[in-house]
């Protein structure tokens, strides 16, 4: 057997052990493709404009006033550099409150419907729609199709290749054609959207192996000449967290016995945030559960999905001193080549136009096991139609 029959041959069996995964994978991938365009759109039609006009009320203020409202603590607070924009608070199990900056009035909630729906994509993508303790279950066989993804492509660009470079081929292999039969259909189908999706579909999936696997997340690194981060350690069980979890003390505008917020001087500390980067678009803060601990503020300066415009800041709660500033020149390569896997894998480090690349090879994705399996299954081993 020679080499091209035995690359056949491996990416024969991977087509049929993990296609049905990869399919999976990528349809919702393709549901996920403009997620982030999907809910700001869905979420604005539940609060509509904000009249900007006046002095903005204080976080402190505003995040007392709304924890009182609602009786309950948000777990991030995000505001944008756009005045006619709310302020954004998210609580428990990912609700959202857009809030007035101006008047502190709660104008709409999260599209909650809108919202599901992508947890659920998520949750098909990424564990294969499982939950709780099955969870790990999911993410190994979706990790396991990633790879066989990987096989898949690197191998079906070189079975692809032809012994002879010919014009004839080459405009077999670029355009979708009407054929005489359903398996010459097929192989076109197959053939033209490998053609055309082969380079997006590599950076796609080789990102999601290397998030899938902590070898290939620590690989990363080494190519670059840097050790790999320490782990966090395994989650505790649940509710043992928030049992271990010390009382945060009372504090301004608190709801009396849930652990009340005390944001104290958080005003201060903001506008040292603001001025740290120009032209900035959004700082995100996440109140501590500690009372008194560091202050850290995530600062984007793009559209949310560009990793070498976003940057961290942390700062002393009690002196309002820098503790540290991680922007993305300031990580060695590793990191920054990670965080490039990050927002390549949705396309999204690449804005709107990268979304699309990246939407565009997920329905390919989905057509290449579709017609994979139909060339190799059900004409291949079944023999079905005959004939074809």
């Given at each position: ?9 491996i ?7 993990a ?86 009035a ?21 564990y ?20 066989a ?48 999706t ?48 010390p ?80 922007s ?26 990268g ?34």
């Amino acid at each position: 057997m020679n080499f091209r029959k035995t690359l056949f041959w491996i990416h024969f069996a991977a087509g049929l052990t993990a296609g049905l995964v990869v399919l999976v994978m990528s349809v919702t991938g393709l549901l996920l493709a403009y997620q982030r365009q999907i809910v700001a759109w869905a979420d604005r039609g539940q609060w509509g404009a904000v009249q900007s006009g006046g002095e903005r009320m204080s976080i402190e203020t505003l995040v007392a006033q709304v924890s009182r409202t609602k009786s309950a603590n948000p777990s991030a607070v995000l505001v944008r550099s756009d005045r006619e924009m709310p302020v954004e608070l998210t609580f428990a199990r990912g609700e959202v409150s857009f809030v007035n900056p101006y008047t502190g009035a709660v104008l709409g909630e999260g599209s909650q419907s809108v919202r599901a729906f992508f947890r659920t994509m998520t949750s098909w993508h990424r564990y294969l729609g499982r939950e709780g303790q099955s969870r790990p279950i999911g993410r190994a066989i979706t990790g396991a199709g990633n790879l066989a993804f990987l096989v898949l492509v690197t191998t079906g660009i070189y079975l692809w290749w032809p012994k002879s470079l010919t014009w004839q081929w080459l405009r077999a292999a670029v355009a979708f054609r009407r054929q005489a039969t359903s398996k010459a259909r097929d192989w076109n189908w197959h053939t033209v959207s490998g053609f055309w999706t082969a380079i997006p579909l590599f950076f796609i999936v080789i990102s999601a192996v290397v998030m899938s696997y902590p070898w290939a997340n620590d690989l990363l690194y080494r190519m670059t000449g840097n050790e790999p981060p320490a782990r966090a350690a395994a989650p505790a069980a649940p509710g043992a967290a928030a049992a271990q979890r010390p009382e945060v003390q009372a504090g301004a505008g608190g709801a009396a016995g849930r652990g009340a917020l005390n944001l104290a001087g958080l005003d201060a500390l903001w506008v040292r945030a603001e001025g740290k980067e120009a032209g900035w678009q959004s700082i995100t803060f996440r109140p501590p559960v500690r009372p008194g601990a560091q202050a850290v503020f995530a600062i984007d300066r793009g559209n949310g999905g560009q990793p070498n415009l976003k940057s961290t800041l942390t700062l002393d709660w009690k002196t309002g001193d820098e503790v540290r500033f991680q922007s993305f020149e300031s990580n060695n390569a590793g990191l920054r080549l990670r965080q490039w896997m990050r927002w390549t894998h949705t396309g999204e480090a690449g804005g709107l136009l990268g979304q699309t690349i990246g939407a565009i090879a997920c329905f390919a994705g989905s057509l290449l096991v579709i017609t994979g399996i139909a060339l190799a299954m059900i004409r291949r081993i079944l023999g079905w139609p005959p004939g074809t």
